[in-house]
């Protein structure tokens, strides 16, 4: 079993709509969870970071950690063509020196106008 | 602007040549970070370095090797060794930390892709 299990997808949805994206993992350890977008042919950029459970919130982005489950949601309202890409999470146990991420294999999704 | 410049942008190697992709950043980064990507296959950890003179191996380090000479540079040759070196390779850094809490997320390159012909 992979320590992080994510849905590849492809996801298709209308313009508008919102779109919930997950991920599962296994390591009760992990507390910083991060939420990285991918376009084609490009590096990940940084989307969304929460350490902990909770909710955190950036314009049309909602990222939630629900620890007790292990699982962690991004959620994109008011979706647009341009969200069209690879979404990847990745999380970590700590933030010090030996920190290395752990990371989901991406969720494609495809807005359609 | 601060960043993270990968090049050559697309490789093409011969059978049994070494290569040498270079990434370079301007953020002042301590930590640097050398990734694989292939369909279906995630992201994939090649070498890292946390401060300059001193990597490690990553998941999957055999037929690759690294230098961290300078703090702003990171290159990875991919050896004649690597049997399957076609893929599309990321650079990354992050800030080291030594606090218990607050992190950053790693800033990624625009990526090489490498074919191998």
């Known amino acids: 079993q992979k320590e992080v299990e994510q849905d590849p997808g492809p996801l298709s949805v209308p313009e508008g709509a919102i779109v919930s994206l997950n991920c599962t993992y296994s390591n009760s350890a992990f507390q910083y969870f991060m939420w990285y977008r991918q376009y084609s042919r490009k590096g990940p950029e940084l989307l969304m970071y929460t350490y902990s459970s909770g909710n955190k919130e950036d314009g049309r982005f909602t990222a939630q950690v629900d620890k007790s489950s292990k699982y962690i949601s991004l959620f994109i309202r008011d979706s647009q063509p341009s969200d069209s890409a690879t979404y990847l999470c990745?999380?970590?146990?700590?933030?010090?020196?030996?920190?290395?991420?752990?990371w989901g294999l991406g969720t494609s999704l495809a807005v359609n106008p | 602007d601060g960043g993270i410049t990968q090049s050559p942008k697309y490789l093409f190697r011969k059978e049994g040549q070494n290569v040498t992709l270079s990434c370079e950043q301007n953020l002042n980064h301590d930590a640097m970070y050398w990734y694989r990507q292939d369909p279906g296959q995630g992201l994939r950890l090649i070498y890292y370095?946390?401060?300059?003179?001193?990597?490690q191996k990553g998941d999957i380090a055999e037929g690759y090797s690294v230098s961290r000479e300078k703090k702003e540079s990171f290159p990875l040759t991919v050896t004649s060794a690597q049997k399957n070196p076609t893929a599309f390779y990321l650079c990354a850094s992050s800030i080291r930390r030594d606090r218990k809490v607050g992190a950053e997320g790693y800033t990624f390159g625009s990526g090489t892709r490498l074919t191998v012909v």
């Open positions: 990745a999380m970590s146990p700590n933030a010090g020196n030996n920190r290395k991420l752990i």
């Open positions: 370095s946390q401060i300059v003179n001193d990597f």
